[in-house]
């Protein structure tokens, strides 16, 4: 694309491919970013069974490779291992809900939501894996745990988008049921969400010619943010 970039996950891609087990990336590499081939949603030909074990090998080289790796300590690095996958973790994740196997399929969807948080948090991406997530759960009765997604599902809304609880309608809101709709409003009403602006500036080095893009907001809460 015309540049080039050092931040920590590059380099950790660069470095996981130059590692001395790299020949058994070839799974992973096969899925990168992309979905499994020949695979439709609604009617296949890829069962769920394929693609359960296309995605465990994938999984299983990556992790092989990476253990190959010295010094690697960094708990982000195995969510950067499985960020390329996201893609196929959610047709996985379609494919084990339309079999009926709701359970697993949010197992995916929860996968898919980590690897997804690690590289784009409050991306498009990551709302619609939370988005799908939710749906899953408005399936059942109110519980602790369907108003704990709901909660996260409005708060990433907000960080992401601003505009209170009317985009998250337009965004998410619009594929829930009547009732979880009605329970957003509730939740909103008590937690008073208000965007986080973030602020930036480009800085210029006094030891180079590079300039560096410079962020910081309230809602940093550490240097990873």
């Given at each position: 694309f015309g540049f080039s970039c050092d931040c920590s996950r590059c380099?950790?891609?660069?470095?996981?491919?130059?590692?001395?087990?790299?020949?058994?990336?070839?799974?992973?590499?096969?899925?990168?970013?992309?979905?499994?081939?020949?695979?439709?949603?609604?009617?296949?030909?890829?069962?769920?069974?394929?693609?359960?074990?296309?995605?465990?090998?994938a999984e299983n080289s990556a992790r092989l490779a990476w253990?190959?790796?010295?010094?690697?300590?960094?708990?982000?690095?195995?969510?950067?291992?499985?960020?390329?996958?996201?893609?196929?973790?959610?047709?996985?994740?379609?494919?084990?809900?339309?079999?009926?196997?709701?359970?697993?399929?949010?197992?995916?969807?929860r996968r898919a939501e980590l690897a997804a948080s690690s590289v784009i948090p409050l991306s498009n991406v990551h709302l619609r894996i939370q988005a799908e997530l939710l749906l899953g759960e408005a399936r059942k009765s109110r519980s602790a745990a369907q108003e704990a997604l709901l909660m996260k599902s409005l708060r990433s809304s907000a960080a992401a988008f601003g505009g209170g609880l009317e985009v998250w309608h337009l965004l998410t809101g619009f594929r829930m049921p009547k009732a979880l709709r009605g329970l957003a409003e509730e939740l909103w009403k008590g937690a008073e969400l208000e965007p986080c602006p973030i602020f930036y500036e480009w800085q210029r080095s006094e030891s180079s010619s590079d300039d560096t893009l410079v962020?910081?907001?309230?809602?940093?809460?550490?240097?990873?943010?």
């Open positions: 380099s950790f891609e660069l470095k996981l491919e130059n590692c001395p087990a790299a020949e058994v990336l070839e799974p992973w590499s096969r899925l990168y970013s992309c979905e499994v081939p020949g695979f439709h949603h609604r009617n296949g030909p890829v069962q769920a069974s394929q693609l359960e074990g296309l995605v465990a090998e253990k190959s790796l010295k010094g690697t300590s960094e708990a982000s690095e195995e969510q950067w291992l499985l960020w390329p996958l996201v893609p196929a973790m959610q047709q996985l994740a379609v494919r084990l809900r339309l079999d009926g196997r709701l359970t697993e399929s949010a197992k995916a969807w962020a910081w907001s309230a809602a940093f809460l550490k240097s990873g943010d």
